[in-house]
Every structure is written in C-alpha cells, then in structure tokens.
Nanobody, 123 residues
Framework: QVQLVESGGGLVQPGGSLRLSCAAS????????MDWYRQVPGKERELVAR???????NYADSVKGRFTISRDNTKSTIYLQMNNLKPEDTAVYYC?????????????????WGQGTLVTVSS
C-alpha cells in the first residue's frame, strides 16, 4: 500500500507565498513522475506542475514563473513553492504519483493520490 500525504496549505493574502509538501511512503518500487493538481468546486481537476524522473518539469500556463516544483529523492518528497499567489489560485491541491509498487508477486502499477490540502488566497 502507498500513501501520499500533503501539507503546507492555508490562508494567504494575494501576493504572498506558500510551500506545499507531499511525502510518499509504502511499498514503492519506483516513482516515474509526481504531479500537483488542483480543483475548485464545480470544475475539473487540473494539472498544475509535473516533475518526471530525471527532473524534467512542466507547468500550467497560469502558474509559469510563479510556481516551482522540486523533488527530494532521498525522502520521496516533492514540493510546490508558490509565489505571488492570486485569488484564482484558491483550490484544493492534490499530490499524484506514477510508478510501480513492489509486491511479493512482482511489480504493479502505481497511480496514487493524496488527500488534498486547501489553499485559500484572500485579503
């Protein structure tokens, strides 16, 4: 079983910063990519940032230049540094991981989600 645990959400004023963390644990054989998604009630979940094995990254156009995704492989943890936050960044942010789970019978696909952390940008 694999768990992703997010932290770091909260209330921040426009123009402020927050840093989200996502720690992966469990029977992980390998992680190929980890992502941050966000969702607003009534809208589809959207990809915010992605980091792929080898540290290639990509971002949604709406956050380019403001958000930075990074990874600490030794801790199986990713971060999302969010600067110059705007009210439209308000959402529940979810961590997602793709890779492989190690089992006694071999490897199975890993496709795991965290429980989400709320980010509210408001004055």
């Amino acid at each position: 079983q694999v768990q992703l645990v997010e932290s770091g959400g909260g209330l921040v004023q426009p123009g402020g910063s927050l840093r989200l963390s996502c720690a992966a644990s469990g029977s992980i054989a390998s992680i190929n990519a980890m992502d941050w998604y966000r969702q607003v009630p009534g809208k589809e979940r959207e990809l915010v940032a992605r980091i792929v094995d080898g540290d290639s990254t990509n971002y949604a156009d709406s956050v380019k230049g403001r958000f930075t995704i990074s990874r600490d492989n030794t801790k199986s943890t990713i971060y999302l540094q969010m600067n110059n936050l705007k009210p439209e960044d308000t959402a529940v942010y979810y961590c997602h991981a793709e890779g492989a789970i190690g089992t006694m019978g071999g490897e199975l696909p890993l496709d795991a989600w965290g429980q989400g952390t709320l980010v509210t940008v408001s004055s």
